[in-house]
């Protein structure tokens, strides 16, 4: 077997796979598989596919043997859960009135939209821009901060994911996106992630963390100089779940060297985190946020650039100028997915939920020695797997005999790093799902121990 970079998704060339799909699909799903392999390139992570689906609703998907299962994982678009009735009411209402905007004109609908994230957003973040995409949005964001500063140069995070194409590649950190891809954007400084379970610096020899990467960042602003911006996610999807005193230091230091500081939510923002914004729980205003996923209901793709009002400074360039950038469709489907989380309180909600999950994960881990650590913000939780807990030895392939297990049992999840179980549920999950979820992920976890060929570290 080839060998596998480990990223942020799970892998999907593996033996396990393959046995998997032996034992569960049958004929008619095999040869619709079989016919997408023979239609679509294969690349790591999404092409040849797991299985076929057909439906999919609140908190469920449905493949095509007629088999639910609860998705912990929806490509994070289903914060207010698959066929929202108030999204797909509104998107069949906007077909009817203005289905689509050429260029040079607006709409209402899209005016409404942006004047509803301003006012969802704190501070002086007044200025929207929309892209069918995440990762286009992450382009404009990057042209936008050349144009502010007149720098080019950015410091992002090893790890860090912030789309496919070559400009978000090369500020992201994930070696499945950037090997042997050839020459990447000039002046990409990287540094270590904010991870304080395996801190490259040895905070966990130090009590804890002291912010050694935090000021590492500053470290190369002040070397560098000519820093446009520093890009990175709030949180990683790991989850990495930093201090608020790290982001507090970091939007200190960029204003010290005249640097911007763009936080990147795509997978995470409006409400799954318990804010409305990541960023808000670390006590900090970006000069830009981009947002997407989520946005548009689980339904359209739609993000959205959200800038500091100062950064409306570049008329005379095209920072976007896609061809969808104000889609009526969309941008109606945004407005319901923002109406319906409001409406329903899904941000406390996520907030309440997600304290009591990762309860239930810290009293899973006192039970479980194949459990290093247990991490969440909101609905973002992840449970890392681990061979001992003094070398902290990735348990990779534990992690996948527990997610198949878990599939066999009808809850669907994503491996991060090999050996993270990541947790995104819908936010309009509701708490004896989420327990019948956890009993699933217990039990998955419980067998693996049991079977378990390498002895495992002791509890302590």
């Known amino acids: 077997m080839k060998t596998v970079n480990r990223s942020e998704g799970d892998v999907n060339i593996s033996p396990r796979r393959i046995k998997w799909q032996n034992e569960n699909l049958n004929e008619s799903c095999r040869e619709i598989l079989a016919e997408d392999s023979r239609y679509f390139l294969k690349q790591s992570l999404s092409t040849p596919c797991l299985n076929v689906m057909r439906s999919c609703h609140g908190i469920y998907i449905e493949d095509e043997q007629g088999k639910q299962y609860m998705d912990f994982h929806g490509n994070n678009v289903h914060q207010v859960g698959f066929a929202n009735p108030d999204v797909i009411a509104a998107i069949k209402q906007q077909l009817d009135d203005l289905p689509f905007c050429t260029r040079r004109y607006t709409n209402r609908v899209a005016i409404d939209l942006a004047k509803k994230l301003t006012e969802l957003a704190p501070g002086d973040l007044n200025k929207v821009l929309f892209c069918p995409g995440g990762t286009g949005s992450i382009g404009i964001a990057l042209k936008l901060a050349r144009v502010a500063t007149g720098r080019h140069k950015t410091i992002s995070m090893w790890d860090s994911f912030h789309g496919a194409s070559l400009d978000a590649i ?43 990467c935090a000021k590492y960042v500053e470290y190369i602003l002040e ?55 990541t960023f808000e729980n670390f006590d900090v205003i970006p000069d830009m946020v981009v947002i997407g996923k989520g946005l548009g209901g689980g339904v359209l793709p739609l993000s959205a650039v959200i800038a500091r009002e100062k950064l409306d400074v570049a008329e005379n360039i095209a920072l976007g100028h896609y061809t969808h950038e104000k889609s009526p469709v969309a941008c109606s489907a945004a407005l319901a997915t923002i109406n319906h989380i409001e409406k329903n309180r899904l941000t406390q909600k996520s907030a309440e939920l997600g304290k009591y999950t990762l309860q239930r994960l810290v009293e899973m881990k006192d039970r479980h ?92």
């Open 170 to 212: 090369s500020i992201g950190g994930e070696a499945i996106f950037r090997k042997n891809i050839g020459p990447l954007l000039p002046g990409t400084e990287h540094v270590p992630p904010p991870d304080e379970y395996r801190c490259i610096f040895g905070c966990s020899c130090r009590e804890g963390c002291d912010l050694t």
């Open 369 to 460: 020695p194949l459990i290093g650590d247990v991490r969440g913000l909101g609905l973002i939780l992840g449970v890392e797997l681990v061979k001992n807990r003094e070398t902290k030895e990735r348990a990779t392939d534990e992690a996948e005999a527990i997610m198949y297990a878990a599939l066999d049992k009808s809850l669907s999840f994503k491996l991060t790093m090999g050996n993270i179980l990541t947790l995104t549920p819908p936010l309009i999950i509701s708490k004896e799902e989420m327990d019948k979820a956890l009993d699933i992920i217990e039990s998955c976890i419980a067998e693996v121990e049991a079977t378990s060929k390498a002895p495992l570290s002791p509890r302590g």
């Open 223 to 277: 070397k560098e100089e000519d820093i446009a911006a520093v890009v990175a996610e709030p949180i990683r999807s790991t989850p990495y779940i930093p201090k608020p005193e790290y982001w507090q230091y970091i939007r200190e230091a960029c204003d010290r060297h005249g640097a911007l500081l763009i936080f990147d939510e795509i997978p995470h923002s409006l409400g799954r985190t318990g804010k409305m914004f």
